[in-house]
């Protein structure tokens, strides 16, 4: 399977804990999107990559939270002193260059639950 | 925030044709007409896109009003299978925005 991957499909923290997650995105799609999603709602937008450049990030992602792609490939999200309200599923998309006419195909997320 | 409108929820029967209805008054020339789907603990899955013209592909149908304001998503024959919350989305600037999108029931 070609598809979106996300590592670790579930992660369960203490308060006050570090936790990182890993998107590997489609072969080749040079965007890489983070979107995170609470039950009930839709996906929020928090950032995205073209390549390893950080193209914009939400007001959604405080300080607590940083992205990086260092080789244009894989991606990580990473949020410090994690807070309850940090639980949540956090989704990883790619697509290929420009995304108005490139649809973004979507891994099915890494949920995470913060006590 | 989104810019396209939805009804929150809906039924179909087992073997009928899905319609599902999305308002978007405010579409830009070049903005594109997205629907994807989300089915329970599964990331969103991309279903169809169109600018102008209707589409059709392997999945649904897509037809979009001459003036652009506003849309439906057709899935031809709906299954158990398609019980999912379907987003309507308007592609802006280069991410696309959810809104709360529409539960549809399939109903045996």
């Known amino acids: 399977d070609t598809g979106v991957s996300q590592d670790p499909r579930h992660k369960i923290t203490k308060r006050g804990q570090n936790v990182t997650f890993r998107c590997d995105p489609i072969s080749e799609h040079n965007r890489l999107y983070w979107y995170r999603q609470t039950l009930g709602q839709g996906p929020e937008f928090l950032t995205y990559f073209q390549n390893e450049a950080q193209l914009e990030k939400s007001r959604l992602l405080s300080d607590r939270f940083s992205a990086e792609r260092p080789k244009g490939s894989f991606s990580t999200l990473e949020i410090q002193r994690t807070e309850q309200g940090d639980s949540a599923m956090y989704l990883c998309a790619s697509s290929t260059r420009d995304g108005r006419n490139s649809p973004l195909h979507f891994g099915n997320g890494t949920r995470l639950t913060v006590t | 925030d989104a810019k396209t409108t939805q009804p929150p929820s809906m039924d179909c029967a087992e073997g009928r044709a899905a319609n599902l209805p999305c308002n978007h008054s405010t579409i830009s020339g070049n903005e594109y007409v997205y629907w994807y789907r989300q089915i329970h603990s599964q990331g969103p899955q991309y279903i169809i896109h169109?600018?102008?013209n209707n589409e059709t592909n392997e999945m649904a149908s897509l037809i979009i009003t001459e003036d652009r304001k506003s849309s439906t998503l057709i899935l031809p024959h709906a299954t158990l299978r398609d019980t999912a919350v379907y987003y309507c989305?308007?592609?802006?600037?280069?991410?696309?925005?959810f809104g709360k999108g529409t539960r549809l029931h399939i109903l045996p």
């Open positions: 989305i308007l592609n802006r600037d280069d991410k696309i925005i």
């Open positions: 169109g600018l102008k």
